[in-house]
Structures are given as structure tokens and as C-alpha cells.
């Protein structure tokens, strides 16, 4: 059972009885303006059975986590692998519901994915992209050790409006490089 464990949260897996508290947290506009537009608003209890099917469909890395505050799921954290010459990057996101901003949650379970995903899953750099105007969300990414690295203007639209997005990053200083597994095609660069 994956779960990281960190003092003010658990990040874990989903599980099929989160359906009530996930619809509690995330059926909030203040939530869902932050979000991308696959993020439902109003979120049902058909978007919770949905989405839960569908996250533990497989048994292979999550790539959609659950946070969990005293035996709660709180709220999610995710990652979408790059593909390709992207494939040692992820860009990572988050939501909280509203009740628990505020508390430092948010910040620890990206700092517990962040190590997660450097150390076990060998990955040279994360980034996430949220809306400039979420300075709650900024801080989260900056207290968790990711660096701004640009302001893309205009880049999204949400509910119909032009936004701008904030480019943040965080690169592995630790990477071990490409390994075999990682790479099989390794040998017929560097022997062929």
C-alpha cells in the first residue's frame, strides 16, 4: 500500500469510501476556479464515482493521490508524466478544500510527492502552471522549493476568460541520470 506519511497529512491512494468526502471538499467554486476545466464544478456524487473508478483502475504508480487529513481525504495531488525527451519531467498539481487552507497541508503533500517522485521514480524535474492570480498557490510551490521560472501571459482560458499562468519548477539535484531501465534503447546509441 502506497502511502507517504508526513505530520500534517497522509498522501495515499484513493479509495472508494473518499466518495462522500471527496464531494464534500471538492463541490466548492472556490475550489474549482483554480483548477482545470476536467475538475467538475458542481462535483457530484456521479463525478466522485467516476473519478474514483477511474483512479483505481490500475495497479501501477498513482498518478492521482489522495490527501488525507485525520483519516479524511482532504483534498488531491497529482502528476502527468512528459513523454518522449520529456519523459524525466511531470507537471504536478494540487487542490485542498477550502476548510483546510491555510494549515501548511497543501505544502507537505507536495513536498512528500515531490520526494517520492525524485527519489523512487527518477525524475529530473517537476513543474506546475497556476493561474497568476492564485498567490495562495504560489506560496504552496515556493515554500515546497520550487523556483518561478516565468509568467506565460494569456496562456488558458477558464470559464470563458483569458489567463495567466505562472511557470514553476523544481529540478532534481540529486537525478541519477538515465539508467537502462529508464532507456533500452542505450545500447544502440552508444554501440551502434
Known amino acids: 500500500m502506497m502511502e507517504l506519511r508526513g505530520t500534517r497529512c497522509v498522501v495515499r491512494r484513493w479509495r472508494k469510501g473518499d466518495a462522500e468526502a471527496l464531494v464534500r471538499q471538492a463541490d466548492n467554486l472556490s475550489v474549482a476556479r483554480h483548477l482545470r476545466d476536467r475538475f467538475p464544478h458542481p462535483y457530484t456524487p456521479a463525478d466522485a464515482k467516476a473519478f474514483l473508478s477511474s483512479v483505481g483502475a490500475n495497479g501501477h504508480v498513482p498518478e492521482n493521490l489522495a490527501i488525507d487529513v485525520d483519516g479524511q481525504a482532504a483534498g488531491g495531488v497529482g502528476f502527468s508524466r512528459g513523454h518522449d525527451v520529456e519523459r524525466f519531467s511531470a507537471e504536478v498539481g494540487y487542490w485542498l478544500g477550502e476548510q483546510y487552507w491555510g494549515r501548511g497541508v497543501a505544502t ?79 545500447d544502440r546509441l552508444t554501440h551502434g
Open 108 to 186: 507537505e503533500a507536495l513536498l512528500l510527492v515531490t520526494g517520492w517522485l525524485f527519489e523512487r521514480h527518477n525524475l529530473l524535474r517537476l513543474f506546475a502552471l497556476p493561474f497568476a492570480d492564485n498567490l495562495a498557490s504560489a506560496r504552496v510551490l515556493e515554500k515546497a522549493g520550487y523556483t518561478r521560472e516565468a509568467l506565460l501571459r494569456s496562456s488558458c482560458v477558464k470559464y470563458g476568460v483569458p489567463r495567466d499562468q505562472l511557470l514553476y519548477a523544481r529540478v532534481n539535484a540529486g537525478w541519477e541520470g538515465v539508467r537502462r531501465a529508464d532507456f533500452p534503447q542505450a
